[in-house]
C-alpha cells in the first residue's frame, strides 16, 4: 500500500481550526488508517509494518515517503476501540525537524487531542496524559501493555543524534479515549 501525502499545516493554521467532533459512548475495535494530532498535522496515513527479527514493531521506510505517517504495530494484537492494553504506533524524528516525530517533539503537550480514524466512520478521540522520555538503551515494558486500561503510547527518536539512526532517548505518549 502507498501511503497517501499528509497534510501538514503550519502550526499557526492547526490551532485556529476548530477540533473535529468525537464520537460518544463505545466504538469497536478498528485498523487505524488515519491519524490527526491537534497543531501537528491532519489525516496523516498509517501504515502496518512488520515486527523485526528481534519482536520490535517496524517502522515506516527511513525516506520522503515514510517521514510523515504512523506505523502501527497490528502484531500488538490491540486496536483502537479495544478495552485495554496500548495501541502501539511511532513514527521517524529527522535531525533536520521536517518528519512528523519532529514535530511531535515541537507541538503534542499533555492535553492535546488525537484523532484516530478507521474504515468508513469509526473514530476515536484521544487526550495525551503523559509524556515520558526513556534512555534508547533500556526497554519501556509499559510501552508493550496488552491489559489496563486503554491508550495510545506513541514513540520516536529523541535527545541527542550520534549518528543516522541512532538517538540516545525515546519519547512515549499515552493518550487515553476521550469518548469510550
Known amino acids: 500500500m502507498t501511503p497517501q501525502p499528509a497534510r501538514?499545516?503550519?502550526?499557526?493554521?492547526?490551532?485556529?481550526?476548530?477540533?473535529?467532533?468525537?464520537?460518544t459512548g463505545a466504538?469497536?475495535?478498528?485498523?487505524?488508517?488515519?491519524i490527526s494530532v491537534d497543531r501537528v498535522i491532519r489525516h496523516a496515513s498509517v501504515l502496518q509494518p512488520p515486527r523485526d527479527t528481534l519482536g520490535i514493531p517496524?517502522?515506516?521506510?527511513?525516506?520522503?515517503?515514510g517521514k510523515l505517517v504512523f506505523a502501527f504495530d497490528r502484531e500488538q494484537g490491540v486496536r483502537?476501540?479495544?478495552?485495554?492494553?496500548?495501541?502501539?504506533?511511532?513514527?521517524?524524528t529527522w535531525p533536520r525537524g521536517t518528519a512528523l516525530g519532529s514535530r511531535l517533539?515541537?507541538?503534542?503537550?499533555?492535553g492535546s487531542q488525537i484523532v484516530v480514524n478507521g474504515q468508513g466512520s469509526r473514530k476515536i478521540c484521544y487526550r495525551v496524559t503523559q509524556e515520558v522520555q526513556v534512555s534508547a538503551y533500556l526497554?519501556?515494558?509499559s510501552y508493550y501493555a496488552t491489559?489496563?486500561?486503554p491508550q495510545l503510547?506513541?514513540?520516536?527518536?529523541?535527545?541527542?543524534?550520534?549518528g543516522p539512526r541512532n538517538w540516545n532517548q525515546r519519547t512515549v505518549w499515552f493518550a487515553s479515549p476521550t469518548n469510550i
Open 153 to 162: 503510547a506513541i514513540v520516536v527518536c529523541s535527545g541527542t543524534r550520534l
Open 8 to 23: 501538514v499545516l503550519p502550526a499557526t493554521m492547526l490551532k485556529k481550526r476548530p477540533r473535529p467532533p468525537c464520537p
Open 139 to 141: 526497554p519501556m515494558w
Open 105 to 110: 517533539l515541537a507541538e503534542l503537550d499533555v
Open 80 to 92: 483502537p476501540g479495544d478495552r485495554a492494553g496500548n495501541v502501539l504506533l511511532n513514527t521517524h
Open 27 to 34: 466504538v469497536d475495535s478498528f485498523e487505524p488508517e488515519t
Open 58 to 65: 517496524g517502522v515506516r521506510p527511513l525516506n520522503r515517503a
Open 147 to 149: 491489559d489496563g486500561k
